[in-house]
C-alpha cells in the first residue's frame, strides 16, 4: 500500500528551491582496508542494508491537480548504481580538493523523479583513503520509522554481519485514478482517525501523568522558542546563492570534556562557546562593528533521552530521542573566552531538556551509526521555525565512542553537511565520534568565501580557553 507523505515531509519536500536544496548531508573519511574499499563492495553493503531504509527505494508521486498530499511509491525502475556513484581525486588528493567536490555536489539538487538520495565514493585521497559522501531529502528521514542511510551502512565490527539475500518486489504504480480515489478516501476517514488519534492520547495522559508533565514542559519549552521575536542584523544573513564552500575543524573531545568539568558546564556548552569566539573574531577579521553586547542567535537542538521504558515497539530509530527546539544568543561582543562560556551555560540550563541531554557515552548502546540521523532530526526541528528568529543552525550530536567501519574499512572521521536556510549563510555540523569532534562547515559560496578562516578560528577559539582554564 502506498504512504502518503505526512504534513511535515510535503512540506519539507515543497520547501526546497534552486538555491536551498533541503538535503541532509555527510562525508565520511575512510581508511584502507586490505584491498580497499571498492565500489562493489559498496555496493554490496548498501544493498544488505536496504530492507532496513524502505523509502530508500520509494520515489515522491504528487496527487493530480495538487489535491492531496503527495504519496511513497515504489520505484520500480530502482537502480542502485545510478544512486551510488564513483568520482576521484587527482591522486594523491588533498582534503581541501574533497571539500571542494563535496560543495560542488552539495549545490546540485535532487533527482525528483526517483528516489530522493545520492551517494558517492570518492577515491584518489592521499593515504590510501576513501570517502563517501551522501545526500538524502530531508523528507526522507524523520529519524523514528525512516533512518538516514549513513546509520545502518556502519558496523561495529570489521566483519561485516550477514543479512542474508534480499528479494525485493516493488509494488505496482497506481494510476491517476487510483491517487485521486485515495485523496478522497483519506479526507472521508480524516475526521474518524482524528478523533481515535485524541481519545488515544487523552487515554495515554491519564494513565501517565509523568508524561504529561513532560509534554508540558516541551510545549513551554517550545513556546517560549516562539516567543523570541526576530534574530539580531548579522552578516551571516543575506541572499543564499547556489553556490556552496564546505571546510571542516576537529578536536580532541577530551580538551571539551576537561573544560565541562573545570567550568561544571555541559560539553553542548562548551562547543556553543567555541563557536561563539570563532564567530566574534571572523566577525573582526572582517571588519564588522562588534559592541559589547552584541550576540549571534543560533538554533542548536538538543537530543534528549530516549524513555527508558520504551519497549522499542513504535519500529526502526526507537531508540534515538527526541530532539527539542533551542534558541540561544551567543555573546559574540564578550571579549573574555571563560564569560561567554558561563553566559551559554546559563541560557542552556535554564531549559528544561537540559537534564536529559544524550551524552556522548550513551549512543555507544544504540545500534548503527545514529549521528546522521540526530542530525537530521535536529534540522527537521530547526525548518519548523522561520529562519528569521536565529541566525544560523547548529547542530551537535553524539556518535558512538568506538570505531567504526563501513564495508571492513575503519570510519576515520565524520562530518555533516548541514543545508542552507533560506537568507541563512552558514550552518555547523558538529559531531562527536570515537574520542574526536568534527565540525562541518556549509556556507554560501558568495557570501563566505573566506569560510576557510572560520575553521581555524575554531581551533583557535578552542585553544583560547584551554589557555584559560590552565
Known amino acids: 500500500m502506498d504512504a502518503r507523505l505526512s504534513a511535515a515531509d510535503a512540506a519539507f519536500y515543497r520547501l526546497e528551491n534552486t538555491a536551498t536544496p533541503m538535503y541532509v548531508g ?56 545510478y544512486h551510488i556513484r564513483r568520482s576521484a581525486l587527482p591522486s594523491p588528493g588533498s582534503d581541501e580538493q574533497l571539500h571542494d567536490l563535496v560543495a560542488r555536489l552539495g549545490s546540485r539538487p535532487l533527482d525528483r523523479s526517483r528516489p530522493l538520495w545520492e551517494m558517492y ?13 551522501t545526500k538524502t531529502h530531508q523528507s526522507l528521514v524523520n529519524g523514528m520509522s525512516a533512518l538516514e542511510i549513513g546509520h545502518v551502512i556502519a558496523d561495529r565490527t570489521e566483519e561485516p554481519p550477514d543479512f542474508g539475500e534480499d528479494i525485493w518486489i516493488p509494488g505496482r504504480e497506481p494510476g491517476n485514478a487510483a491517487l485521486l480515489l485515495g485523496a478522497i478516501a483519506d479526507w472521508i476517514a480524516g475526521p474518524r482517525q482524528q478523533l481515535g488519534a485524541l481519545g488515544s492520547a487523552v487515554a495515554g495522559a491519564v494513565t501517565n501523568a509523568g508524561e504529561l508533565v513532560e509534554a508540558g514542559r ?9 516567543a523570541r521575536g526576530i534574530a539580531p542584523s548579522s552578516p ?32 553542548n556548552d562548551v562547543v556553543l562557546a567555541v563557536i561563539a569566539g570563532a564567530l566574534r573574531n571572523w566577525l573582526l ?8 553586547t552584541a550576540t549571534i542567535r543560533a538554533m542548536a537542538p538538543m537530543s534528549v533521552y530516549a524513555d527508558p521504558d520504551s519497549d522499542g515497539s513504535a519500529g526502526p530509530g526507537q531508540a534515538i530521542s527526541a530532539v527539542a527546539p533551542f534558541l540561544v544568543d551567543l555573546p559574540v561582543g564578550e571579549g573574555n573566552a571563560v564569560i561567554r562560556l558561563s553566559q551559554i551555560a546559563h541560557a542552556t540550563e535554564s531549559h528544561s531538556t537540559a537534564a536529559s541531554l544524550v551524552d556522548a ?22 525548518t519548523s521555525f522561520s529562519a528569521r528568529q536565529f541566525n ?64 581555524s578560528l575554531l581551533v583557535e577559539s578552542l585553544d583560547e580557553l584551554l589557555e584559560a582554564a590552565r
Not at 121 to 133: D, N
Not at 361 to 380: K, N, Y
Not at 406 to 424: D, F, K, R, W
Request: contains cysteine.
Open 26 to 81: 555527510s562525508l565520511a573519511i575512510l581508511g584502507p582496508p586490505p584491498g580497499g574499499l571498492s565500489y562493489q563492495a559498496l555496493l554490496h553493503t548498501v544493498e544488505q542494508r536496504l530492507p532496513q531504509i524502505p523509502r530508500y527505494r520509494q520515489k515522491v508521486r504528487e496527487v493530480t491537480m495538487g489535491l492531496a498530499r503527495p504519496v511513497w511509491i515504489d520505484d520500480r525502475d530502482f537502480d542502485i548504481t
Open 121 to 133: 565514493l570518492v577515491e584518489g585521497l592521499s593515504e590510501g583513503r576513501v570517502a563517501i559522501y
Open 361 to 382: 557515552r550513551t549512543i555507544v548502546t544504540l545500534s548503527g551509526f545514529a549521528p546522521p540521523t540526530l542530525h537530521a532530526m535536529g534540522i527537521r526541528v530547526a
Open 236 to 267: 551571516l544573513n543575506t541572499t543564499v546563492s547556489r553556490n556552496r564552500r564546505f571546510a571542516v575543524a576537529a578536536g580532541d573531545l577530551a580538551d571539551y570534556r576537561s573544560l565541562r568539568t573545570r567550568y561544571d558546564c555541559d560539553v
Open 392 to 455: 544560523l543552525l547548529v547542530t551537535n550530536v553524539p556518535g558512538a565512542q568506538a570505531q567504526m567501519y563501513v564495508a571492513g574499512s575503519e570510519l576515520l572521521e565524520t562530518y555533516a553537511v548541514p543545508p542552507l536556510l533560506n537568507n541563512q549563510v552558514l550552518a555547523i555540523g558538529v559531531t562527536s565520534y570515537n574520542g574526536r569532534l568534527y565540525y562541518g562547515i556549509n556556507a554560501d559560496r558568495d557570501a563566505m568565501s573566506d569560510v576557510d578562516l572560520l575553521a
Open 285 to 292: 577579521s572582517r571588519g564588522e562593528p562588534v559592541t559589547p
Open 218 to 226: 516541551r510545549m513551554a519549552d517550545i513556546a517560549r522558542t516562539f
